[in-house]
């Protein structure tokens, strides 16, 4: 897939979640959200902030990533200064400083070519640091929606975060202090439209299969593996990645 059409799943993504708090009272920006400690304007102001850090990041400017971890004591207080920040204002101000950083965000991450790497964290591709950027609106967006009361719909943007779950195995073990098993790992999982999103050999003698919202909350660990029941992990490399499973930094 191209950059330009990953934009367009992140964008909306984030117009998915803005429109959910949109008309917010402003006591509802006050409601604690399953993130220990975090109510829903700590939520979007941490997005905020970090869509702000990708547009530095992308722009080498004075906030990239990897410069304001440099100066930061944990990766808790690199994650946290969007939060205090947000923390200073009300939230329907919280909510337009979000609205102001992810549109100029789609614009600067439409114009990268896909083959830019990114440097953030140990670095990725264009496309992969967008789906990422769309991971970490979705599964906040999780926390926002059980706040709020409000369902959450799956849809087949899922299979961003699928890729970027898989592929990020290897970081997920290094993170975890294992060596990942040996063997080839297929993962075979239902997208909300009925299609069927794959990865890895076909004849991988180590499956996972199952629902995508499933995996994708798995992997952003929002459920628990245990209480997956619609997943299925065949073999030693299948249970070891459900395991250790981690989609973020």
């Not at 965000?105 to 640091?129: C, Q």
């Not at 970081?171 to 239902?190: F, I, K, N, Q, W």
Request: glycine fraction near 8%.
């Amino acid at each position: 897939m191209s950059t330009g059409a990953t934009v367009a799943d992140l964008a909306a993504e984030q117009d998915a979640l803005h429109d959910c708090v949109a008309e917010l009272a402003p006591d509802d920006w006050l409601r604690p959200t399953p993130a220990r400690g975090w109510d829903v304007r700590d939520t979007i102001s941490h997005l905020a902030d970090t869509d702000e850090m990708a547009i530095d990041t992308v722009r080498d400017g004075p906030r990239a990533l990897n410069a304001v971890a440099e100066l930061a004591a944990t990766a808790d207080d690199v994650t946290y200064q969007g939060v205090l920040r947000g923390r200073r204002k009300p939230g329907a101000a919280c909510m337009a400083w979000w609205e102001g950083a992810f549109r100029e965000e789609r614009d600067v991450l439409a114009a990268l070519d896909p083959a830019t790497r990114v440097p953030w964290g140990i670095g990725m591709r264009a496309t992969s640091f967008v789906s990422a950027r769309l991971m970490e609106t979705w599964a906040h967006g999780l926390d926002v929606r059980a706040a709020l009361g409000l369902e959450t719909v799956d849809t087949d943007r899922l299979a961003h975060v699928a890729w970027l779950a898989t592929r990020a195995l290897p970081y997920a073990y290094t993170v975890a202090g294992r060596t990942p098993p040996d063997g080839a790992l297929r993962v075979e999982l239902s997208l909300p439209s009925g299609a069927t999103w794959e990865y890895g050999p076909p004849d991988a003698p180590h499956r996972i299969t199952g629902p995508a919202g499933e995996y994708c909350r798995v992997f952003v660990r929002r459920l628990s593996p245990a209480s997956a029941r619609g997943l299925r992990a065949d073999g030693e490399v299948a249970r070891a990645a459900i395991e250790v499973a981690r989609a973020y930094l």
